[in-house]
């Protein structure tokens, strides 16, 4: 990479962006609150966040945020296509979304307020959703008039929100999370519809001991 086009934040810089971003969501949306039964174990989650982007820095700090304001975040491939992205989001049941640039948010324009076909899987049948995002903020500068108009308000630019000097004060929630649900892992569904593994935030905690344990 060149140089030239790596630019450096320090922690505190990052935490700023993170309470930042994470004060927009829960401030910008209604939080969804379900609670998820297991053999074993009862989780709780909350509103399902979906990013769609190469590796990247924001990519990172959204991820961070997401965990930040207790919404739970579903990793997306910058790959796939359109209708494959609108499974994953009716499945996950996001309707928020961290989209990289302009050639993501054409495919969420593709699919936005539009009825997809759902396919068959081994616990339903097919069937048809609508596709419905609420927000969406992009990690680039977005330029191209006809995806702006098609989003309007709904639409949100990264660098916008990072540079506002709303939502840096506020406080987020600071309760118990290890049963929280933290993110939505997808297969890659070669042989089958994309399966969604759910992972804790005591998933991730027990993940980090282990690392330490071991020396």
Known sequence: QNQKNIHSISY?????IIQKIANFLINNSIKKNEILEYT???AEI??????????????ALADIAIAAAEYTSVSVFQTLTAEEIAYLLWDSDSTIVFAENEEQLAKLQQIDGKEIEVPKVEWSNSTSATINLDIVITF????????ISHFQNRLFYWGDLVNSSQNADQNLPKT???????????????????KGVVQLHSNHIEMCRSVVRSG
């Open 176 to 194: 118990s999370i290890q049963n929280l649900v933290s993110s939505i892992v997808y297969t890659s569904g070669t042989t089958d519809a994309p």
């Open 40 to 42: 074993t174990q009862r």
């Open 46 to 59: 909350n509103n399902r966040v979906a990013i769609i982007s190469q590796t990247r820095a924001e990519w």
């Open 12 to 16: 505190l810089e990052a935490q700023t």
């Open 140 to 147: 680039e500068k977005i330029d191209n008039n006809e995806l």
